[in-house]
């Protein structure tokens, strides 16, 4: 059974950082894709960065240079370390995982999902 825990989130002035982790269990960490996506109110969920199956690392446009996403071998543990945080940035973060044959829109559609963690980036 897949299991994702996000935490890590919380209320940040702009300009601030945070760190995003997301314990996974039940698949084999080294070899699945990992990806961050999020959703803030009344908008679409998006997909922010990613980490295919061979450690490639993806990221959108909006966040590039300011996230950056890692992987915990150790610890079968992804990171998104947030920095230079923007008030467009609040949302809530999930976590995603999935075998590393799936396409993105696969992955978004057929893999495992975290409970989500909210990040505020608020004065």
């Known amino acids: 059974q897949v299991q994702l825990v996000e935490s890590g989130g919380g209320l940040v002035q702009p300009g601030g950082s945070l760190r995003l982790s997301c314990a996974a269990s039940?698949?084999?960490?080294?070899?699945?894709?990992m990806g961050w996506y999020r959703q803030a109110p009344g908008k679409q969920r998006e997909r922010v960065a990613g980490?295919?199956?061979?450690?490639?690392?993806t990221y959108a446009d909006a966040v590039m240079g300011r996230l950056t996403s890692s992987k915990d071998y150790a610890k079968n543990t992804l990171y998104l370390q947030m920095n230079s945080l923007k008030p467009e940035d609040t949302a809530v973060y999930y976590c995603?995982?999935?075998?590393?044959?799936?396409?993105?829109?696969?992955?978004?559609?057929?893999?495992?999902w975290g409970q989500g963690t909210q990040v505020t980036v608020s004065s």
């Open positions: 995603n995982a999935a075998p590393p044959y799936y396409s993105n829109e696969e992955a978004a559609s057929f893999g495992s």
């Open positions: 039940g698949i084999i960490f080294s070899t699945y894709a």
């Open positions: 980490i295919s199956g061979g450690g490639t690392e």
